[in-house]
C-alpha cells in the first residue's frame, strides 16, 4: 500500500544490553585500577583522580559508577567475599585428606599447608588491608555470611586428622581445628595488614623462618601428650 512503511522499515528500539555490558566492563576496569593501585599504595593515599587515571577513564565516569572513593570498598568487599567462596568452592570439591596422605608425614604436611596459608595471605595483603579498613568503619558487615565462610575456610584443615590421625593426640578435633584456623589467621594476617610492622622488623623474622616455626608450633599443639597423661604418668 503506498505511503505504508514495512515492518523492516518501521525502527527497532535500541537494545540496552550492549550498553550494559558497557558498563559492567567499566566498573570491572576501575576496580582491577584500583586493586593494581593498592598493590603500591594505601587506600587512604589513593585519589577518585588516581583511579582513573589508571583506568584510563575520565574523571566524570567514575562518578556515574560510584558515589565516592569510599563506596569502592563496599564493592571491593562484595568482590572480595565473592572471591574467597570461589577458591572454597573449588577446594572443597576435591579430597584434601588424600592429598596430605601423599606427604610423608604429618610434619611435612603441616609445612607445606602453612607455606600455602602465608602465600595466600601475603599475595592478598593490599586487598585484605583495604578490606580491613571498610569493615572496621562499618563492623555490621561482619555478617553471618562471612562467618560461614570462614568456617567452611577451617574445612580442610580438619583433613589432618583423617590423614594423620595416628600422630595427631589431640582428642577434641573440632575444638583443635578452629584453633588451628585461628592461628594461621592471626599470626600471618598481622603481617599482611601492616607490612611495615614494627614488631616483625624488630624480631627480624624472615619468611622461612616464620613458615618453619609456625608449623612447628602447630605440630607440637596437635602431637602433645596431654596434662592428665604426663600426670598419670608420674603418679606411676
Not at 566492563?25 to 585500577?33: G, I, K, P, S, V
Not at 556515574?64 to 571491593?76: E, G, I, Q
Not at 610423608?104 to 585484605?128: C, F, Y
Amino acid at each position: 500500500m503506498a505511503g505504508s512503511k514495512s515492518q523492516s522499515d518501521t525502527p527497532s528500539k535500541p537494545s540496552s544490553k550492549p550498553k550494559q555490558s558497557r558498563a559492567i566492563r567499566t566498573r570491572e576496569n576501575l576496580m582491577a585500577a584500583l586493586e593494581r593501585l593498592l598493590r603500591e599504595q594505601e587506600f587512604e593515599m589513593i585519589s577518585v583522580q588516581d583511579i582513573a587515571k589508571e583506568a584510563g577513564v575520565a574523571v566524570g565516569s567514575v562518578y556515574s559508577h560510584f558515589k565516592d572513593k569510599n563506596a569502592f570498598l563496599a564493592a571491593l568487599l562484595d568482590n572480595w567475599q565473592a572471591h574467597v567462596e570461589a577458591q572454597l568452592d573449588v577446594s572443597e570439591a576435591q579430597d584434601v585428606a588424600a592429598a596430605l596422605k601423599a606427604f610423608p608425614s604429618l610434619e611435612a604436611a603441616l609445612l607445606d599447608m602453612t607455606k600455602q596459608v602465608h602465600r595466600q595471605i601475603v599475595e592478598s595483603g593490599h586487598v585484605l588491608r583495604a578490606v580491613h579498613t571498610y569493615t572496621r568503619l562499618h563492623p555490621d558487615q561482619s555478617d553471618a555470611d562471612w562467618q560461614s565462610l570462614v568456617a567452611r575456610s577451617f574445612a580442610p584443615m580438619a583433613a589432618l586428622f583423617e590423614a594423620f590421625g595416628d600422630e595427631i593426640t589431640v582428642s577434641d578435633t573440632a575444638q583443635a581445628t578452629r584453633m588451628i584456623g585461628y592461628f594461621f589467621n592471626t599470626i600471618f594476617l598481622r603481617k599482611a595488614l601492616m607490612p611495615q610492622d614494627t614488631l616483625t622488623e624488630a624480631l627480624a623474622f624472615e619468611d622461612e623462618t616464620l613458615i618453619h616455626e609456625a608449623a612447628m608450633m602447630v605440630y607440637g599443639y596437635l602431637t602433645k601428650v596431654s596434662t592428665n597423661a604426663s600426670t598419670s604418668a608420674s603418679d606411676s
